[in-house]
């Protein structure tokens, strides 16, 4: 079968999809007003695209890797976007993630007559994602395929290498996500929501019944993971670094300031799960994504204000939000940064500047008290970050704490 042949075919599955939607959820697909992201500035130089919410970032999966979402019901009619700018945006998101390891999820429904990119973009989308996006992408999840992705496959599989076919994941259900992703971090539209339901009812009486999840136990005495920092200092006589942060750093003074590429992978789920596991029993990155965060909601709007700063002030802003942090957190932000300082003075051979750190703990230190951040906030979250990291030492030369160590 020839390429247009392809074609053809992938447009008559379109349109059997669209049969089976209602018409009112057609309507509301395409006459709903873009999804507004309040942090969007006008002056993004992807404004035009960036403000439908088609790409998203969605905090973390099972392993700590940040999740990029792409949300088809998003797209408006392909007069109103311009599809070469939105592949110019996917790649300007992605180059923030493509030196670590990072996920993308691919919302499918939504995708209509009215807004398909042409099979020639796909092939041209695929064939820019060269080796620099495709080797620390760990996993693509698309959720509620149709035939038109069995479609697109026998017209990609030629180019698709046998090594990135293992990495796509087909889930039919929203509720499959939640096996590989931290569920609740994922900004779904109500479109998708909605169609997932109608699918479940569909399937009423085919599906397996819902395990009742038990109440959660108290945590243990020597838990590390999933409590406040005040429960782990009650439980190690008073100390404020926890032990499992101090440990690790500990190591990697000893092991691992001249690895290069330190921070960058991500261990295996299974490995991180065990490590947690023995910690929190009390027999030994994604330490601080466990409970609130250090730099406390308080200051998010704060940090989101620091590229509205004049340059030459902006340290000196930092060292105000640094301040008025509680006592507990600030000292361990400080042991945590004076670590990272000391990771980027060795970046000759490391490769891991205070640039590429901030990328990595950024969002691990600051993060909204509803939702996760949004891609126009990861410059102000990660500029922060790299201006904690590079003049440490006089943002944090001012506040003594008693009981405070350094790594």
Known sequence: ???????KLAEIELQKDEAEDTQSEQEETFMSPPVEDPELNINHPYYDVARHGIIQLAGDDNSGRKVITFSCCRMPPSHQLNHTRLLEYLK???????????????????????????LK?????YKEFDRKYKKN?????????????????????????HKFGKKITYLNYLSDLREHLKYDQLNIPQEVIRHDENLRR???GKLPPVVKVPPPR???PTQQFGVSLQYIKDKNKGELIPPVMKETVSYLKRKGLQVEGLFRRSASIQTIKDVQKLYNQGKLSSYFCEFQPLLTFECYDHILGITSVESSLRVTRCKQIIQ?????????????????????????????TASSLACVFGLNLIWPSKGTASLSALVPLNLFTELLIDFYMNIFNSRTVPGEILP
């Not at 992408?137 to 290498?161: D, E, G, M, Q, R």
């Open 218 to 220: 108290p945590p243990l």
């Open 92 to 118: 300007y998101t992605l180059d923030q993630y493509v030196e670590n390891d990072y996920t993308v999820v691919y919302f499918h429904y939504g995708l209509k007559s009215l807004n398909k990119p042409s």
């Open 202 to 204: 569909k399937q009423k």
């Open 1 to 7: 079968m020839s390429e247009i042949d392809y074609e």
């Open 324 to 352: 008025g942090l509680p006592e507990h957190n600030y000292v361990v932000l400080k042991y945590l940064i004076c670590f990272l300082h000391m990771v980027s003075q060795e970046s000759i051979y490391n490769r891991m």
């Open 121 to 125: 973009w796909l092939q041209t989308a």
């Open 137 to 161: 992408l760990k996993a693509l999840y698309v959720v509620h395929p149709t035939n038109f992705i069995k479609i697109l496959w026998n017209i990609f599989k030629p180019l698709i290498s």
